[in-house]
Each structure stands twice: as C-alpha cells, then as structure tokens.
C-alpha cells in the first residue's frame, strides 16, 4: 500500500476541505467505470461522514472534529478481487492517505529515529499534499523581508521542513533512494484570496486545473515570491530524490445568509448525479482525484521511482 499525506495547519480549512473531498469521493466514484473507490475504517468513515453532514445541514464543521483530524486515514483504491485491489488491467493500486498538521511535522526534524508507526507511515509517503490558507497569503513580497517576525514565514518554514523531511526519509530507505516525491498543493478558502493576487499580482485570473501547464507555472511564481523557502526545497531536490513538478488545485464553498442573518453552507441539486451537495469547485476536486488516480495506478517496488 502507498501511503500519502495531507500536511496542513490549525484553522486552514483542512475539516471543510475534507468533508468536500469525501463529497467528490463518492460523486467521482459513482461515475467511474474502473470501479476506483474510497476504502477506509468504520471510524474514519463515520468521521468523514459527520463532517459531510455538517455541510449538508448548512454548517461548518466543528471544531471538535479538528482535533480528531489526523487520526484520520483512507484508502483510495480499486474494489476488492480477493487478491488485492486491482484495476482493469489487473494492477494493484491503491493509495492510504493520512492527515498529519506541520506542526507535528516540524516536530520529527533532527530526530534519529521515530517510533510511532503512524508517523512512520506519514514519512514513508512520496505524495504530499499541502493545504494553503489562500485569505493568508501576503499580497505583497517585500512585507514577507522588510518584518523581522511574519507569521506567514513561519508556515513557510514548517512546509518546507515537512517536505525536506519527506525527501530524507526517503533518501535514508534504500528502497526509495531513486524514487520521486510528488507535491500537490491546494488553496483552501479560495474564495477570501485577495483580488490583488486572483487578479494582478500573480499575471491574472488562475487557470483553469485542466490547463496542467499554465497553472503550474502561476503555482510556481507564487511559491517562488511568497514561499521561497519551500521553493527553495523543491528546486534542491536531494540526493537521488527528486521532486516532480507541483501541482496545484483550489477548495472552497459557496455560503449565503440563513433566516435570520447567520453565515451557512450554500447547497445545489446536481443534475448529473441527482441529490443534493455543498457549493463547491467540483471540477477542481475532480482534477486532484483523476491526478490521485494516475499515481495510485503507478503502484510498485518502489513507489513511483524513477
């Protein structure tokens, strides 16, 4: 099994993210003729489900959940055939990914050795995921130098820390040592992204996810101008390790006013599929799907080496 991880931080949007990636989970499965689902355990399940259920019901999830979040895990793979999960071309594949915040992250550098094996796993992964807080990112670069303390150079900092320590452990796993990491980041609360930086800042509107290309490149500028020291990392790369171009895919949900002036999830009927779901950038989630579909599919001895 492969494991990937969802890095993020405290108040980025990771429950909410969550809840709509298990919502493009179930609509993206229904539709897909290989059969490539969502497996998980019955604790991580009902977690996902509560947290659909809040943004069904109009809310956002509660912060409780929030503290639970990186006992989550799930499994995103082919059904069952009794020797493994296979695709159509008789291939395993499948993909566990687990949450873990930076902090706890940032927590593991210098150590020698871990024991947990849940951070062991977390370590283990060659897909990174990386939630950005889109309403945080600082409109202006020279901000970021001129302050001698900024609160966004410490998330920075904790990125790029989590993905060195990723390309570490990989490059200290002698099964690993010619292996590729593949980062992906995600904008969560794309709608509070400042217009200087949708539409300006960063040479206009953000394109399409289906534009692969252009919209890395936008990816690239923003990383180089307002994450340099996790630019920093991914242009390193190591020794032997080298990271794939990042991906990047945006996240938020529609809200309006309830009866009496209260902020609550938007919803939509989907004619598609039928039903009803949150008000989110489907399109977006399916894109990051298809893409976590291709990698699950490239399954081997090792992972997605070179």
């Known amino acids: 099994m492969a494991p990937a991880v969802i890095l993020s931080d405290r108040a980025s949007g990771t429950t909410t993210f969550l809840g709509l990636l298990y919502a493009a989970l179930v609509r993206w499965g229904s539709q897909s003729p290989e059969g490539f689902r969502v497996h998980a355990s019955h604790a991580s399940i009902r977690a996902l489900k509560d947290i659909y259920a809040s943004l069904m019901d109009g809310h956002f999830p509660p912060d409780g959940v929030e503290l639970r979040r990186e006992d989550l895990s799930f499994v995103l793979g082919y059904a069952s055939s009794g020797h493994g999960w296979l695709s159509s071309s008789g291939r395993a594949s499948e993909l566990q990914l687990h949450v873990a915040s930076l902090d706890t992250m940032g927590?593991?550098?210098?150590?020698?050795?871990?024991?947990?094996?849940?951070?062991?796993?977390?370590?283990?992964?060659?897909?990174?995921?990386?939630?950005?807080?889109?309403?945080?990112?600082?409109?202006?670069?020279?901000?970021?130098?001129?302050?001698?303390?900024?609160?966004?150079?410490?998330?920075?900092?904790?990125?790029?820390?989590?993905?060195?320590?990723?390309?570490?452990?990989?490059?200290?796993?002698?099964?690993?040592?010619?292996?590729?990491?593949?980062?992906?980041?995600?904008?969560?609360?794309?709608?509070?992204?400042?217009?200087?930086?949708?539409?300006?800042?960063?040479?206009?509107?953000?394109?399409?996810?289906?534009?692969?290309?252009?919209?890395?490149?936008?990816?690239?500028?923003?990383?180089?101008?307002?994450?340099?020291?996790?630019?920093?990392?991914?242009?390193?790369?190591?020794?032997?390790?080298?990271?794939?171009?990042?991906?990047?895919?945006?996240?938020?949900?529609?809200?309006?006013?309830?009866?009496h002036g209260e902020l609550r999830v938007r919803r939509h009927q989907t004619a598609s599929v039928g039903g009803w779901e949150p008000d989110y950038p489907y399109v977006e989630f399916e894109s990051l799907l298809s893409h976590l579909h291709k990698l699950a599919s490239r399954v081997g001895d090792p992972l997605l080496a070179t």
Not at 132 to 142: Q, S
Not at 224 to 229: C, F, I, K, V
């Open 107 to 259: 927590e593991l550098r210098g150590r020698s050795f871990v024991w947990d094996q849940g951070l062991r796993e977390k370590l283990a992964s060659q897909v990174a995921v990386v939630l950005v807080d889109a309403g945080r990112l600082p409109v202006e670069t020279d901000s970021l130098s001129d302050k001698a303390y900024h609160p966004w150079r410490k998330f920075d900092a904790l990125v790029a820390s989590s993905l060195a320590l990723l390309e570490t452990y990989q490059r200290t796993d002698r099964l690993h040592r010619r292996a590729r990491l593949h980062p992906i980041f995600v904008l969560t609360k794309f709608d509070t992204l400042p217009s200087e930086l949708r539409h300006g800042t960063l040479g206009g509107l953000v394109p399409s996810p289906l534009a692969t290309a252009a919209r890395a490149t936008w990816g690239e500028d923003l990383l180089a101008g307002r994450l340099p020291q996790t630019w920093a990392v991914l242009q390193e790369g190591g020794h032997g390790v080298q990271f794939e171009r990042p991906l990047w895919f945006t996240s938020w949900v529609g809200t309006e006013r309830g009866p």
